[in-house]
């Protein structure tokens, strides 16, 4: 027979044991609900503004551009980083084939109809990104053999819903040639004022 002091004992510290389990619980249900309300006080966090060049370096100009497309390429997982590529002749639109996929056949027509004598096609791509942030062009600058392409990358914002699926935004241009051309160039892309990705290319 056990004795009466015994399991009173067991008694009190099967109470103490589940009275220091209560305790936490409600602790950390606080802790939790303090925590949700401070996030939603806190303001959202700073973003980055549209970087452009206002005082052009010796030597440089600012080319003008226009939007032909600005979307999402729908899925190509080989694109992780940002990108940049440029057409300057119909006959290399194959060369966006890797980088738009089953896209370009929706936009080859007016691609091919495009007058390649007066324009080029730059498109810069952002990458993978599974919240579908965008890719803005703001500013080309050509400066002697070297073409400055910045580009605007949003943060995306804070508190709102992230779709699930993965998203490749784009943004397709074509670029007036003024001046003289009839050379290679080194294209640059910069998100805001932060080079991100480069390619080479002949512009008749």
Not at 131 to 156: M, N, S
Request: charged share 20%; proline share 10%.
């Amino acid at each position: 027979m056990v004795p009466a002091k015994t399991v009173s004992y067991a008694r009190k510290s099967g109470h103490l044991t589940r009275g220091v389990a209560l305790l936490i619980s409600v602790l950390a249900s606080v802790s939790v609900v303090a925590c949700a309300d401070l996030m939603a006080a806190l303001p959202p966090p700073p973003t980055k503004t549209p970087f452009v060049v206002t005082v052009l370096p010796p030597g440089a100009t600012e080319l003008s551009f226009e939007t032909l497309y600005e979307s999402y390429t729908g899925g190509n997982p080989s694109i992780r980083n940002p990108t940049v590529a440029v057409v300057a002749d119909r006959n290399e639109l194959i060369l966006l084939d890797p980088l738009l996929g089953s896209l370009l056949n929706r936009l080859r027509p007016s691609l091919e109809d495009l007058d390649y004598g007066t324009y080029f096609v730059l498109v810069a791509l952002r990458g993978h990104t599974g919240c579908g942030v965008p890719i803005e062009i703001k500013q080309i600058i050509r400066q002697g053999d070297t073409v400055h392409i910045y580009a605007y990358l949003p943060d995306f914002p804070r508190g709102q819903p992230c779709p699930p699926e993965a998203t490749y935004p784009y943004h397709l241009v074509k670029v007036r040639k003024d001046g003289t051309w009839n050379k290679e160039f080194t294209f640059i892309l910069y998100d805001n004022d932060r080079p991100v990705a480069e390619t080479k290319h002949f512009i008749p």
